[in-house]
């Protein structure tokens, strides 16, 4: 009975362990299964892409203008100013980012060849149906760059007189139409082309400019200036060599920039905050001075300027005249034109005082104002006179 009895606790105890052993393993292979593969984690251009779509874009309509933000974090989350507002979550698929917002709302952020575009759908659509609305989007300053441009905004850069706000350039463009006028903030390449420039990427680099005032009033305003390829070549290059040594999809630098408004594109434009560069200035933060005018030196700066101001005056001296013909045409229109009836009493009177003096002028007369007028009461009164005669 002894033997019995010990025999069984064994059999007992090697079931008990077995039994541990299948939930050891049970709970390693459930375990194992929410845990990413080698296979599973992202390429590094799936994460280089994710990190590009990471920041706050801008969606804007067909002139350009702001009408709303998306900003998308590193965790996947989304939040959008449109409307009252709102949050979601976003995923990179394919090359394209898919938002979903509350109430089953959806967006697509997409490149294409010209930008950067975004589609919305409608509760109850899929990612296959059509979208609803169809709007580019902007991406804001870089995230990699984020920091660098938080530190500028509080750095003290070295302002000189001749500096114009664009509070004030914004408040009266007639400051910047035709004349150079110089800005201080930071720049970065970018890819926005509208307006009168929205052919110019074969002809200018496309500039975003952010203000670096002397008050808080002139900090983080932003416009956009275009510089002509041929003369900004060098820096740009320059530029886009800095940022590929600190790895980054842009550098920014700290400016002062001449530029000015060309009258001919405000004139069609009417924009204040699309800027023609004309020269550069980069900031060294090693001496904390200015270097020279990279484009032009003093002397061929003012002589630019007189040349933009030549240039200025003749297109006002060219609307003034234009406006004084429109006046006179106008001014002629509204002289009243005589009636056929007074035309041809005219001719009836002119023609009388010629009878007895040149009878054979006075009938050619008659008769040119029955032929030509003959259903006014003087081709009839001069009906009756050829009859007598």
Not at 221 to 250: C, D, P, Q, S
């Amino acid at each position: 009975m002894q033997k019995s009895t010990t025999r069984l606790a064994s059999i007992r105890f090697a079931f008990v362990v077995c039994c541990l052993a299948i939930c050891d393993l049970t709970f390693a292979q459930d375990t194992n299964k929410g845990a990413a593969s080698p296979a599973d984690a992202p390429t590094a251009k799936e994460a280089e892409l994710r990190r590009n779509f990471v920041g706050k874009w801008r969606v804007v309509n067909a002139k350009g203008g702001t009408i709303f933000f998306i900003t998308l974090d590193d965790a996947g989350n989304s939040v959008t100013t449109n409307g009252d507002g709102g949050t979601g979550k976003w995923e990179v698929v394919g090359n394209e980012v898919r938002i979903t917002w509350g109430g089953d709302w959806r967006d697509i952020i997409r490149a294409e060849k010209d930008g950067y575009r975004k589609y919305a759908f409608k509760p109850g659509t899929t990612w296959e149906d059509n979208p609803i609305e169809l709007l580019w989007v902007v991406k804001d300053a870089d995230r990699a760059n984020r920091t660098t441009q938080d530190e500028m905004l509080k750095a003290k850069i070295l302002h000189t007189d001749d500096e114009t706000s664009l509070i004030r350039i914004k408040a009266n463009p007639e400051t910047a139409i035709g004349k150079l006028v110089v800005i201080c903030g930071y720049i970065t390449l970018s890819d926005y082309y509208n307006f009168s420039y929205d052919k110019a990427q074969d002809s200018h680099y496309s500039i975003s400019f952010t203000e670096l005032g002397e008050t808080s009033a002139d900090r983080g305003k932003t416009a956009h200036a275009y510089f002509k390829k041929a003369e900004g070549r060098e820096i740009i290059e320059r530029f886009v060599l800095a940022a590929e040594k600190a790895n980054v999809k842009t550098t920014v630098v700290v400016v002062r920039l001449a530029v000015t408004l060309i009258p001919s594109i405000y004139k069609e434009d009417k924009q204040w905050d699309m800027f023609e560069i004309i020269d550069i200035q980069e900031f060294d933060y090693t001496s904390n001075n200015w270097s020279h005018w990279i484009v032009k030196t003093g002397k061929e700066r003012a002589k630019e300027q007189e040349q933009i101001a030549k240039a200025a005056a003749e297109a006002e001296e060219d609307a003034k005249r234009e406006a004084k013909k429109k006046a006179a045409a106008a001014k002629l229109a509204a002289v009243p034109k005589k009636t056929d009836e007074q035309i041809a009493e005219s001719k009836l009177q002119l023609a009388k005082a010629l009878v007895g003096k040149n009878d054979a002028a006075a009938r050619k007369k008659f008769e040119e104002i029955v032929d030509k007028y003959p259903d006014t009461d003087a081709a009839k009164s001069a009906k009756k006179l050829l009859e007598k005669k």
